[in-house]
């Protein structure tokens, strides 16, 4: 849910709206899942994932499926 959270704060309150109903979902229901971290659908973590251009992280969001997010090694 980090990525999540750190791609809504970029955003202001229209693109949050516009982002989360180009995800096929509302901005309410993705503040709800922020505060209380339900599984969220597979399908709708990669529509998250897509329209955010990777920066919203499905290997954040569904470990479980998209696996562990890679660890990126400091140069």
């Known amino acids: 849910m980090k990525t999540l959270r750190a791609y809504l704060s970029t955003l202001s309150t229209i693109d949050q709206a516009a982002y989360a109903k180009q995800c096929g979902t509302t901005i309410g229901y993705l503040r709800k899942a922020l505060s209380t971290k339900p599984r969220l659908d597979g399908a709708l973590v990669r529509r998250l994932d897509e329209e955010s ?8 969001l569904r470990p479980d499926i998209f696996g562990e997010p890679s660890k990126k090694k400091a140069a």
């Open 53 to 60: 251009g990777g920066q919203v992280s499905r290997q954040d």
